[in-house]
């Protein structure tokens, strides 16, 4: 069974804080890793993809990965309000779907 | 990114009635497309993968005959809840990979559709 998993939380965190957001998967042989953002009621939004070990930045989001240690962590530089919300980890595990893990809800304090 | 359309974004609907959402690829060709559903506070789970021309692939455990699905064109995919029963109320999401992003391109999705079954 392929899983992905993740601490639902909630994670709270003061604004202008770093929020570290974490994710572990089964599958050694993975690839493609992403996380989502999503709202509720609303559907997910991509936020950063990452294929290879190491960083990969992109703006406020820092995306890493560590395929010995099979986990990937997502940090948010400068939290907002606005990135209130559930980070979804997602995993392709080379059969074209991507799995699910069950969500992070973040919550940034003012 | 791609734009990916999903309508209706809500239906209210009587216990035993079908109802049809439509996912359509706006930008680009969608030669497949996904189906997930997310009850409350629960990640997403892949019902099944729709296929243009083709037949879909349910995951285990989806009852194909009572969500029917057709991908007719490399743009439109459809999926049809047929007698839908409360249980059935759920956020129903597409998604769509567009190719021209490269191997390991991104899943991009819908807007979603809340389903209530009364």
């Known amino acids: 069974q392929k899983e992905v998993e993740q601490n639902s939380g909630p994670l709270s965190v003061p604004e202008g804080a770093i929020a570290s957001l974490n994710c572990t998967y089964s599958?050694?042989?993975?690839?493609?890793f992403f996380w989502y953002r999503q709202y509720s009621g609303k559907s997910p939004e991509l936020i950063m993809s990452?294929?290879?070990?190491g960083d990969k930045e992109d703006g406020r989001f820092t995306a890493q990965l560590n395929k010995a240690s099979q986990y990937v962590s997502l940090l948010i530089r400068d939290s907002q309000p606005s990135d209130s919300a559930t980070y979804l980890c997602a995993v392709n595990f080379g059969n074209e779907k991507l799995t699910f893990g069950t969500g992070t809800r973040l919550t940034i304090i003012p | 990114g791609a734009v990916v359309s999903q309508h209706p974004s809500r239906v209210i609907c009587k216990s035993g009635t079908s109802v049809k959402i439509e996912c359509r690829s706006l930008d680009f060709q969608a030669t497949t497309m996904f189906w997930y559903r997310q009850f409350p506070k629960q990640s997403l789970m892949l019902m099944a993968t729709?296929?243009?021309?083709?037949?879909?692939?349910?995951e285990q455990g989806v009852e194909k005959d009572k969500f029917l699905i057709n991908h007719a064109s490399l743009t439109l995919s459809t999926l049809t809840v047929t007698s839908a029963h409360p249980e059935d109320s759920s956020f129903y999401i597409c998604s769509a990979r567009d190719r021209r992003q490269g191997f390991n391109e991104k899943l991009f999705f819908g807007s979603g559709t809340q389903l209530s079954v009364l």
């Open positions: 990452i294929y290879s070990n």
């Open positions: 599958d050694r042989g993975s690839q493609s």
């Open positions: 729709s296929n243009e021309g083709s037949k879909a692939t349910y």
